[in-house]
């Protein structure tokens, strides 16, 4: 049972807008950054956001974070066949002194 | 460029030890915090521990306090989990992850590619 919630699944079609929630509590996303990994099969996680809506160097604006309160999303506009894969939303959290997780999206293009 | 090679997993007993090792090269180890993330098969990411670029800070989640040990050796530019007793709920890919204070992001911006530790009678 993963600290921080999210969906299991989420799918969209070639163009679409999709987004990916995750759910936390007050000692971790409602008072640290959230970041977000991308992980494609059989390979190790890569930085997607970081700090909330922050995107490292050579990720695509396609790409944005959002938090608000205890919750933050990941969204990805103009939708390609190559995002299917999983993500993961991560917290510090507070309470535990240490690093959460979710429980990870698998992302389908349909 | 940065690399990060895990090595030392394979298949273990319950109760038994394991003693995981990261390699890393292409920044400057002795600066940068480090962690080991596992990912048990077909599941998600959990946090295992982290230690200071100094190792005057350690934290554990609580799946593994009191059984596993988070060191490094600055000199060598690596990091090491020391894992004692461990139970089949143990079984993973664990990968050490690096945060880069210059890049400033404070995630972990470099993952090595894992090692795959499986408890197992």
């Known amino acids: 049972q993963s600290v921080l919630t999210q969906p299991p699944s989420a799918s969209g079609t070639p163009g679409q807008r999709v987004t990916i929630s995750c759910s936390g509590r007050?000692?971790?996303?409602?008072?640290?950054?959230v970041y977000w990994y991308e992980q494609l099969p059989g390979t190790a996680p890569k930085l997607l956001i970081y700090?909330?809506?922050q995107r490292p160097s050579g990720v695509p604006d396609r790409f944005s974070g959002s938090k608000s309160g205890t919750s933050a999303s990941l969204a990805i506009s103009g939708l390609r066949s190559e995002d299917e894969t999983d993500y993961h939303c991560?917290?510090?959290?507070?309470?535990?002194?240490?690093?959460?997780f979710g429980g990870g999206t698998k992302l389908t293009v349909l | 460029e940065v690399q990060l090679v895990e090595s030392g997993g394979g298949l273990v007993q319950p109760g038994g030890s394991l003693r995981l090792s990261c390699a890393a090269s292409?920044?400057?180890?002795?600066?940068?915090?480090m962690n080991w993330v596992r990912q048990a098969p077909g599941k998600g990411l959990e946090w295992v521990s982290y230690?200071?670029?100094?190792?005057?800070?350690?934290f554990y989640a609580d799946s593994v306090k009191g059984r596993f040990t988070i060191s490094r050796d600055n000199a060598k530019n690596s990091l090491y989990l020391q894992m004692n007793s461990l139970r089949d709920e143990d079984t993973a890919v664990y990968y050490c992850?690096?945060?880069?204070?210059?890049?400033?992001?404070?995630?972990?911006?470099?993952w090595g590619q894992g090692t795959l530790v499986t408890v197992s009678s």
């Open positions: 992850a690096a945060v880069i204070a210059a890049a400033g992001t404070w995630g972990f911006d470099y």
């Open positions: 700090k909330n809506n």
């Open positions: 007050s000692s971790n996303i409602g008072s640290n950054f």
């Open positions: 292409g920044f400057i180890f002795s600066d940068q915090s």
């Open positions: 230690i200071t670029s100094s190792s005057s800070i350690i």
């Open positions: 991560a917290a510090w959290d507070d309470s535990l002194s240490g690093w959460v």
